[in-house]
T-cell receptor, first 117, second 114 residues
Framework: AQKVTQAQTEISVVEKEDVTLDCVYETRDTTYYLFWYKQPPSGELVFLIRRNSFDEQNEISGRYSWNFQKSTSSFNFTITASQVVDSAVYFCALSEAEKTSYDKVIFGPGTSLSVIP | AAGVIQSPRHLIKEKRETATLKCYPIPRHDTVYWYQQGPGQDPQFLISFYEKMQSDKGSIPDRFSAQQFSDYHSELNMSSLELGDSALYFC?????????????FGEGSRLTVL
């Protein structure tokens, strides 16, 4: 069965600090996708990144970076020089793709990030 | 680019009433998913449809039903509403032919049951 764990329930950082959000996943499939979504107070789910299980390259997008390590089943997300607008709940998610191409996405419990000015 | 459209965005109902949420997927997307997100919770998968047939079922209560129509839009029908049904309901869509695993989410419909 698939499962996503985000051990950090809430994190508070001071503006301009770096922060890493942890994500550990479980799946029996060899083909799967990992995602990060941001949910600001307004409620919508904002897609940040998708990574497939065959691509372990780390990715950087502006102040955001992601570290995918299959050996530890982790897909961690780092925000560099955090800003108040980064305050949101961040969800790590997993989709298994081996059986069908319309597999649902399973979300982790989320990490609530507060960036203090 | 057109996104997933959900309506209504906000809905207030009384206990035991019925509510219907609508979802219009991205044009050409043939797969629709419904999620329920309670306060302080992560989105929970309810049900999905591919080509008007139910493709997967999650933690959807028996009081809820859903369907996908020939134009691929979907409706989630909720009857005998309970206080615990108050939540943000997300619809997402994808295209079966391009199994990238990515779901495109709508902005959600917020249901409040009084």
């Amino acid at each position: 069965a698939q499962k996503v764990t985000q051990a950090q329930t809430e994190i508070s950082v001071v503006e301009k600090e770096d922060v890493t959000l942890d994500c550990v996943y479980e799946t029996r499939d060899t083909t799967y996708y990992l995602f990060w979504y941001k949910q600001p107070p307004s409620g919508e789910l904002v897609f940040l990144i998708r990574r497939n299980s065959f691509d372990e390259q780390n990715e950087i997008s502006g102040r955001y970076s992601w570290n995918f390590q299959k050996s530890t089943s982790s897909f961690n997300f780092t925000i560099t020089a955090s800003q108040v607008v980064d305050s949101a709940v961040y969800f790590c998610a997993l989709s298994e793709a081996e059986k069908t191409s319309y597999d649902k996405v399973i979300f982790g419990p989320g990490t609530s990030l507060s960036v203090i000015p | 680019a057109a996104g997933v459209i959900q309506s209504p965005r906000h809905l207030i109902k009384e206990k035991r009433e019925t509510a219907t949420l609508k979802c219009y997927p991205i044009p050409r997307h043939d797969t629709v998913y419904w999620y329920q997100q309670g306060p302080g919770q992560d989105p929970q998968f309810l049900i999905s449809f591919y080509e008007k047939m139910q493709s997967d079922k999650g933690s959807i209560p028996d009081r809820f039903s859903a369907q996908q129509f020939s134009d691929y839009h979907s409706e989630l029908n909720m009857s005998s509403l309970e206080l615990g049904d108050s939540a943000l309901y997300f619809c997402a869509s994808s295209l079966f032919e391009t199994p990238t695993g990515e779901l495109f989410f709508g902005e959600g419909s917020r249901l409040t049951v009084l």
